[in-house]
């Protein structure tokens, strides 16, 4: 068996072109269609004429929101009128302005924001007004001890969320990345699965079975190596997003990729059950992505299924081993489920396993070929 494995692995290594692909598409689409870091910005065109002082300091400081200059006015307007930017502002010395594109809560979260800002900037210049006549080394000091005081305030506020318990928690980074990547590793491990339908139709195991590997080693090696090389590529695209864009998995990147396990085993047994059913590799590769575009879809890959309202489309997600992948990575990092809260999905990954890798070998081992 390990023998199996073993050249098994040496052909990876001198031909890992579809991991490669399958690994880069799933990053491709994940970054491009969730978004980088900073998905979740709201970003802001700002025009500032003749004001004072340089509020760009004060702008950055607040979180959540990019704001880029503009030079032009007309530009500005522009923008937001095309839609290119659901609000836009201008500063002036003594106030601003909000152009609204779309009404939103952002344009009363904003105009609070700045409220704040242009109320400090006129605390400051009554200060430098009061102590004009100070002397030099008295305003030095009396400065010194107001940005103190900004910076050190006397009361600190404590803020806390609360959800109840079917509210939606929904993040378009980790929502895409965790769809793309057990969307595109069912490719990966289907592929892998294949050489058991080849090889059998070439004679190999015929020829193997007279050597002393027994049958259920050749199974186990060549399942085996599917569920290492899906189970890599997941770990590659973790990765990458962990360190490369930022994302940090709440702290729970570890546990993700362990409960994520069962999962893979699902996809191996049903790759497993495919190559089964199927007679030709031509066969395979139309039945491969019907089965993954549509496990995608009805497995809440694309879009939550929270939003999904068709009774059909859920109860059809309810036999679907995405659905579960889903909710065992969304309950890990999302929601932040203790392991009580994960039994269930992960039970039935493991039966669809079993069950999967049952009628897939059965049916493999009755077929003449």
Same mark, same amino acid.
């Given at each position: ?102 009404? @939103?809560?952002? #344009? @009363?979260? +904003? ?45 600190? #506020?404590?803020? @806390? ?74 770990? +590659? ?39 089964? #059913? ?75 396993? #079993? ?15």
């Amino acid at each position: 068996m390990t023998g199996i494995l073993f050249a098994k692995w040496k052909t990876f290594l001198r031909k890992p072109w579809d991991f490669v692909l399958f690994t880069a598409m799933s990053i491709l689409f994940a970054f491009i269609i969730g978004g980088s870091n900073d998905m979740n910005t709201l970003k802001i065109p700002v025009y500032a004429d003749e004001i004072s002082d340089n509020l760009d300091a004060s702008l950055e400081e607040l979180e959540g929101y990019h704001f880029s200059w503009l030079d032009d006015e007309a530009k500005l307007k522009e923008l937001v009128e095309n839609g290119k930017a659901e609000l836009g502002v201008i500063l002036r010395d003594k106030d601003f302005e909000i152009i609204v594109g779309m009404d @939103s809560p952002n #344009v @009363s979260m +904003v105009e609070y924001a700045l409220a704040g800002i242009y109320e400090k900037r006129m605390e400051r210049e009554k200060l430098t007004l009061a102590i004009e006549d100070f002397p030099k080394e008295e305003q030095e000091r009396l400065s010194k001890e107001w940005d103190s005081l900004n910076d050190n305030p006397v009361f600190s #506020v404590q803020s @806390s969320t609360f959800r109840s318990d079917d509210a939606i928690v929904y993040d378009s980074n980790y929502h895409f990345l965790f769809g793309f990547t057990l969307f595109f590793v069912i490719y990966t491990i289907g592929y892998t699965v294949l050489p058991v339908l080849t090889e059998k139709q070439a004679g190999i195991w015929d020829r193997m079975i007279l050597s002393p590997a027994r049958k259920w080693e050749m199974y186990v090696a060549n399942l085996a190596n599917s569920f290492l090389q899906g189970y890599l590529q997941i770990i +590659v695209i973790f990765l990458v997003f962990r360190y490369a864009f930022g994302l940090d998995f709440h702290g729970k990147m570890m546990e993700t990729l362990l409960l994520i396990l069962p999962y893979v085993f699902t996809v191996v047994a049903l790759s497993m059950f495919l190559v089964s #059913v199927v007679k030709t590799v031509q066969q395979f590769n139309g039945v491969l992505p019907i089965v993954s575009l549509s496990m995608a879809m009805i497995g809440g890959a694309y879009w939550p299924l929270e939003i999904v309202e068709s009774e059909i489309l859920l109860t059809l997600s309810k036999g679907n081993p995405l659905t579960y992948g889903m909710e065992i990575v969304n309950g890990v990092v999302m929601y932040g489920y203790p392991m009580e809260e994960l039994l269930f999905p992960i039970s039935i990954l493991l039966c669809m396993g #079993v069950v999967f890798m049952g009628m897939g070998i059965h049916l493999m081992e009755r077929r003449h070929i």
